[in-house]
């Protein structure tokens, strides 16, 4: 069984177009979270949720736009893309925001953009 | 802000030799985390530590929080390639988990 899935795996576009990446756990757990990573491996976190609040917001630019339905799933919706959105999108999800929680990703969402 | 620093940034080691890789902070941390991130696949986590001057061992793996909790090291002996990856060290803060720049690990056999 997968427990944090996303999709699309991979996702080629051209720029200015508007692009979603879903995601959804069957953990139970209540935080979800996106995290970007670079061409240099860098894991940076984007956006945090909390039983579908919004908790964490990375100075990220107002293009990406998470949605949480439920505390199972947050997609991630981007418009008028740019290459330098290109990327690796990790979905990944915690028990709760608690310090020391293990955090567990999804395999990713390769998105090129060109 | 807080943040690790990850030294080396590479590691290329031959296989059966030991390496070391370090995760140095300039403030202190109430614990760490480990993880691991194989060519084209997603970070895994390995391990926590919490306690000052913590040991704890996996197999050829022993992870080591500083006495301060300032910096963690992680030690693998006898390098196989199945340990070819990018290994991350993450502190939480601020109900996030930050995660290092990672040392990208390449092994010739």
């Known amino acids: 069984d997968t427990a944090v899935s996303q999709t699309p795996k991979y996702l080629v576009t051209q720029m200015g177009n508007d692009k979603s990446i879903k995601c959804e756990q069957n953990l139970g757990h209540d935080t979800m979270y996106w995290y970007k990573q670079d061409s240099k491996k860098f894991l940076k976190i984007m956006f945090s949720y909390n039983n579908k609040e919004l908790i964490i917001n990375e100075t990220v630019p107002n293009r990406f736009s998470p949605k949480s339905p439920d505390k199972a799933h947050l997609n991630l919706h981007i418009n008028s893309l740019e290459l330098g959105d290109s990327a690796v999108y990790f979905c990944?999800?915690?028990?709760?925001?608690?310090?020391?929680?293990?955090?567990?990703f999804g395999e990713g969402s390769w998105l090129t953009v060109v | 802000g807080q943040q690790v620093m990850q030294i080396p940034q590479y590691q290329h080691v031959q296989e059966g030799e030991d390496f070391t890789t370090y995760c140095n902070s300039s403030?202190?941390?109430?614990?760490i985390q480990w993880y691991k991130q194989r060519p084209g696949g997603h970070p895994v986590f390995l391990i926590q530590?919490?306690?000052?001057?913590e040991v704890k061992k996996q197999k050829r793996l022993t992870f080591q929080f500083g006495e301060a909790k300032k910096n963690s090291s992680l030690h693998i002996t006898a390098t196989q390639t199945t340990d070819v990856g990018t290994y991350f060290c993450?502190?939480?803060?601020?109900?996030?988990?930050?995660f290092g720049a990672g040392t990208t690990v390449t092994v010739r056999a």
């Open positions: 403030t202190t941390l109430s614990n």
């Open positions: 990944a999800s915690s028990p709760s925001t608690d310090s020391g929680n293990t955090i567990y």
């Open positions: 530590l919490v306690k000052s001057g």
């Open positions: 993450a502190y939480s803060s601020d109900y996030k988990l930050s």
